[in-house]
């Protein structure tokens, strides 16, 4: 069965960032770390500072063990919704586009050019010709 996982903006995220209810995101992922805090090896100051914004650099820095990863899923509540940044990104590509003036010819102009082009052969080849005979 698939299971369905909460997805919270950034924005969203950014509400949670004190000690009495902090959430931290990391490679995505959010983990409401509020009952934590005083358990961290780390110290509960570090999970505050990095609460609310993505601390995937400062969690992998830190170096921890196989078993703090496995331990993090008791504290998952939910992903990072990728959408607002796709589009984004998709926005910023369409945006990089080159534009039809950039380009030579653009798609209408190429409906004038086309028969203008034809048009001028023919006369070349009719105009040579006549010059024959
Ligand atoms: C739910 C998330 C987290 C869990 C479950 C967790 C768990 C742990 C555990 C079990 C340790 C002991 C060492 C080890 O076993 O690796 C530790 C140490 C540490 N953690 Fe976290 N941690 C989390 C998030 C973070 C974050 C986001 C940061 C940084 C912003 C951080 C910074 C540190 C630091 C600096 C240490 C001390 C490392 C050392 O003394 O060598 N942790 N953490």
Redesign the pocket.
């Known amino acids: 069965m698939p299971t369905i996982t909460k997805l919270f903006s950034m924005a969203e995220a950014s509400e949670h960032v004190s000690s009495d209810d902090c959430w ?1 995101v ?1 490679d995505g992922k959010v ?1 409401d ?1 509020t009952k ?1 805090l005083d358990e ?3 110290g509960d100051d ?2 505050v ?2 609460a609310g914004k993505d ?1 995937t650099e ?2 992998e820095d ?4 196989k ?2 990863r496995e ?2 899923n008791t ?1 998952f509540i939910g992903e990072i919704d990728p959408s607002p940044e796709i589009i984004e990104k998709m926005e910023i590509s369409k945006q990089k586009k080159p534009s039809s003036s950039s380009l030579f010819l653009s798609e209408s102009s190429l409906l004038w050019a086309l028969p203008a082009a034809v048009l001028g052969i023919s006369a070349i080849i009719g105009f040579l010709y006549l010059r024959k005979k």
Do not use: R, T
């Open positions: 931290i990391v983990y770390v934590y961290h090896p780390g570090v999970l500072q990095s601390a400062e969690f830190a170096g921890h063990s078993e703090a331990h993090m504290f």
